[in-house]
């Protein structure tokens, strides 16, 4: 009877083990799509993720197509796996369209779109081997990437489409 109880026990650990194990695959798998990861956070800041809007903390991972928000107080720093380098002040919007870092098939793209808010970029490995291939997109213009750092300030939000003289 004893046995039978050990035996159980056993085989009950052994299942929790198996699945840490699966539960951690599958987040490395997903971290392997990671395309950066957050570096510092001041008070409230978030990736919004499909329909989830996450706080940061230091360590989240960052994916293609999150948008990066920082309240009235907040700050945010990422560092893209290139080593680019983004800071957002407060209140600030900026989405991650498109990021392909892929240096043994010679395929470079970084594509972002800010709404509003402060951006600080430092260049990565993308601008210096690609520069034709980073574009930060405003709600006026497009800047293409030429030197290494980079400051963009949007006062606020103009809808798309609309004429904004003076």
Known sequence: MVAITIKNHMMGLLGILLIGLFMHASVASADEYAIGTVKSVKDHAFIIRGDDRIECQIGDAIFQHDTLETDESGALGITLKDNTRLSLGPQSYLTVDEFIFNPKQEQYSFVTKMIRGTLVYLSGI?????????????????????????????????????????
């Not at 520069?131 to 800047?143: D, G, Q, W």
């Open 126 to 166: 993308i601008a210096k081997l690609s520069p034709e291939s980073v574009s930060i997109k405003t709600p006026t213009a497009t800047v293409g990437i030429r030197g290494t750092r980079l400051v963009i300030r949007i006062d606020q939000e103009i809808e798309e489409g609309t004429n904004q003289e003076g």
